[in-house]
């Protein structure tokens, strides 16, 4: 049975924001933000909100791969990318502000306690329930603004476990009416609320309530390149603060992946 998504409902409540959205949705692409980047570079800067019910190949930060929806199980996964042109002051601590709008409108629905993981993931009890991935383009068209590409991943149904590195987690195991579209119909909304905000005040407002969520804070950690320290929460720029034996170390997202110790990569 084909999903039924609220598209005139996110339609208005996203309009109210940023007059001119549109949202699209389609069965099948080869990856949300693959698609916006490409219109992006083709000069198209219309805002919209694009939602896939499968990928074939979806994409994590450092190149990582992630797929979704398979056509068993369409309902297990939410797919979604956001497009629009945006000009903050700074870029930095981006994805910590979006990781903590979609955190904080999944509460409403019953998954308590969800968190982040630096610098894009969303956690339950040490599991992934979500991922985010941010890009921007040059739109080619002068004195233009960049245009940012928010995506995120939800699992929403069950997920396999099988050749994963840790457990996933699922909004259902909390909120067991919750669909992809009920979950799009509450993070949506509150994603471009956070963007168009970061677009004026930067990362520094939304800091404490990041540091409320953040999944390593305090907590012996180690990096993909053999650092190993705890964690000091984050900088105002967001950069991620690690206690070493050689002193304080500042970590930018690009650089390293971070793990709990003992957690494998």
């Known amino acids: 049975m084909a999903q ?27 990856s949300t933000n693959t698609e916006l980047m490409r219109r992006a570079r083709a000069g198209d800067t219309r805002p919209v909100l694009l939602v896939a019910e499968r990928q074939t190949a979806g994409r994590g930060r450092l190149g990582r791969q992630w797929e979704g929806g398979t056509p068993a199980s369409k309902a297990a996964s939410l797919m979604v990318s956001m497009s629009l042109p ?7 601590g981006l994805s910590l502000a979006v990781g903590v ?8 629905l019953g998954t308590a306690g969800v ?28 004195g233009a603004p960049r245009q940012v590409v928010v995506g995120i991943g939800i699992n929403v149904g069950p997920q396999p476990a099988d050749g994963l590195r840790m457990p996933p987690a ?37 800091a404490p309530r990041f540091a409320a969520r953040d999944a390593l804070l305090g907590r012996d950690v180690h990096l993909s390149d053999g650092t190993a320290g705890r964690c000091e929460g984050v900088a105002p720029g967001g950069e ?3 206690a070493t034996p050689a002193g304080l170390r500042l970590v ?12 494998p990569f």
């Open 170 to 206: 699922w909004v259902r195991q909390w909120s067991p009416q919750a669909d992809p579209a009920n979950v799009l119909l509450a993070v949506a909304p509150a994603l471009l609320a956070e963007v168009l905000r970061f677009a004026d005040e930067g990362f520094a407002p939304v």
């Open 115 to 142: 968190q982040i993981k630096w610098p894009n993931d969303l956690w339950v009890q040490d599991r992934k329930l979500a991922g985010i991935l941010i890009e921007t383009a040059s739109t080619g068209l002068a």
């Open 101 to 108: 709008a979609a955190a904080e409108s999944l509460d409403p």
């Open 240 to 242: 991620l603060r690690i």
């Open 86 to 92: 945006l000009a903050p002051r700074s870029w930095s």
């Open 252 to 263: 930018d997202s690009a650089e390293v992946s971070v793990r709990p110790l003992g957690q």
């Open 4 to 30: 039924a998504w609220p598209v005139d409902a996110l339609q208005q409540a996203l309009a109210a924001q940023l007059p001119g959205v549109t949202v699209e949705v389609v069965a099948e692409i080869d």
